[in-house]
């Protein structure tokens, strides 16, 4: 007999971790906190940090936190990443905003596929063992011109 696993959409993470409301929370961790194999997406990931930031308010940090618990969690398996590497990109958003969810998730990937370049023109991607290409150079300060 063949376990098939099921993918976990933003809406039961968000439902989980807010518990709002209370009957689809308690529902989502039924699931969740279940034995039953579930694939979180990186999707899923970067949509539920942006809705639980900008709808929610929730602080970054408490945020990082509640999810590094859900993806250590035994049933839960992320889609595209192995554990330790999206904990480790989950890991690179604590404690500011200089880094983005979904730029932590896609460097997770470059460096799980062995991808050692990423374009971006984004000074704040994260560049741990990847390259960035496109970044332009920093604008030098504007000069002063003073008539002769």
């Not at 709002?20 to 529902?27: I, K, T």
């Not at 039924?30 to 997406?41: D, G, H, Y």
């Not at 023109?121 to 332009?136: C, H, L, N, T």
Request: charged share 25%; aromatic share 6%.
């Amino acid at each position: 007999m063949r376990v098939t696993s099921r993918f976990l959409d933003t809406s039961y993470l968000v439902r989980y971790l807010t518990n709002d409301p209370p009957e689809m929370a308690e529902q989502a961790a039924r699931i969740i906190e279940s034995e039953e194999p579930l694939v979180l997406s990186e999707v899923a990931l970067a949509e539920t940090a942006y809705v639980l930031t900008s709808v929610y308010g929730t602080a970054r940090d408490r945020l990082v936190d509640a999810l590094l618990e859900v993806v250590q969690l035994r049933n839960i398996q992320i889609a595209n990443l192995s554990k330790p590497i999206a904990l480790e990109a989950l890991r690179l958003c604590r404690g500011s905003k200089r880094i983005s969810f979904a730029d932590a998730l896609l460097w997770a990937q470059a460096r799980e596929r062995g991808v050692d370049a990423v374009y971006s023109f984004d000074r704040r991607f994260p560049s741990d063992g990847v390259k960035i290409i496109g970044m332009p150079p920093p604008t030098p300060p504007a000069r002063t011109s003073s008539a002769h």
